[in-house]
């Protein structure tokens, strides 16, 4: 081994022998290779600073780290590094001061998938993403619903619908899919091609709309939801009631959680003039606006909304406020008006995030102004009575009412 080491020893010899004996002065042997070394460091932070994404995240990562290395080494107790690493992702989204975005741990997003899975009731079945097919593994079938009638089973895997490979969409983005086809039938594509299903969904959305007359002569229009068909559900609902007489109308969106664009479209449309009636916008700008043609009718209408008011049912409300075709009562709504979408990270973790928000004609981002306020306030002293569909018509002046919703007699009396 002492000899190994000897030849090794004599070979870095002869090669500085041979640079000197070139003529270069040790000083500049030594200035080369500190500018040589200076040079690999440079292009090396340079580089970790753009895979970063610049000078400021590289900037906020160091601030990390350096946070992180004086907790473990100044902190009395032991220091859980994943649990801090979570608790400043969720600190991070929390930051954005937007009550809808959040972070979820990997094992919180693995029971986010669960519990999503089995709210799916649209069509009736729950579905999970299959990672081995890139379709979706049906889960649950309920008993009754469309997917049952059409013999649709667990353990199915959906890889299309109407022909469209669902491939490469998320479970949010083929819940949107299946629910733009609610009010039709439509083919599902089972196990990658080799069987398909029809599914008939004609009357899967029947209930969305309630309506009837009053003693007072308003049309009572109830609509629980903005999925498919339910935006034509309500046309039909106010033509009936128009034909029975109505010379006013109230329509109920109290505790409506929206759905899609599509429908609340129909419903301004049919109601307002010529005119933009909404545009959806993202972080770029980008704006996607919808318009209303020319036709329109015009009614004494309230318009009745609270705190379970949500998203196209926010903008419904909003849109025909801003345009002064209805007078808006009941509870301020919550500004629930954006649209998220679920990023899953590298380790398992993932983050639900708000990516798109509407505006009204006028430009107002309801989310920002805090959501819908009334023109006038009106509280139900019995939570209960909201959106009840007995005991609500009342005599002329709509007050010989034994409901107990307030709001809706405080509507029926505002147009008697």
Known sequence: MSILFRRLFRRIGRFFSALFNIGIPLKYFLLILVLFCGGIYALTSTRMIRQVGGRDDYDEAMRYIEIKDLLDEKFIDPVDRKSMGDSAAAAMVSGLGDAWSYYMT??????????????????????????????????SVYPGSPASWAG?????????????????????????????????????????????????????????????????????????NFEAGSGQSAVDAIETLMGQGAVAFVLDLRNNAGGLTEEVATLLDYLLPGGLLFSEVSKSGEQIKTESDVMCIQFPMVVLVNTGTFREAELCAAVLQEYGWATVMGEATTGNTRSQETITLSDGSAIRLSTHSYLTPRGVDISKNGGVVPDTIVFNRDASATGTTQGTTGGEDGTASISDDDQLMAALRFLS
Do not use: H, P, W
Request: proline content about 0%.
């Open 106 to 139: 990997a094992d919180e997003f693995r029971t986010y998938q669960l519990s999503a899975s089995n709210d799916y009731a649209d069509i009736g079945m729950s579905l999970v993403k299959d990672e081995m097919t890139g379709g979706f593994q049906v889960i």
């Open 152 to 224: 649709l089973g667990a353990g199915m895997v959906i890889t299309g619908v109407d022909g469209k490979s669902v491939s490469d969409l998320s479970v949010d983005e083929v819940r949107t899919l299946i629910r733009t086809k609610l009010n039709s039938k439509f083919v599902l594509t089972i196990s990658g091609g080799q069987a398909t299903i029809e599914v008939d969904c004609t009357n899967a959305n029947a209930n969305a709309v309630l309506y009837r007359m009053e003693k007072t002569g308003a049309g009572y229009v109830q609509i629980t």
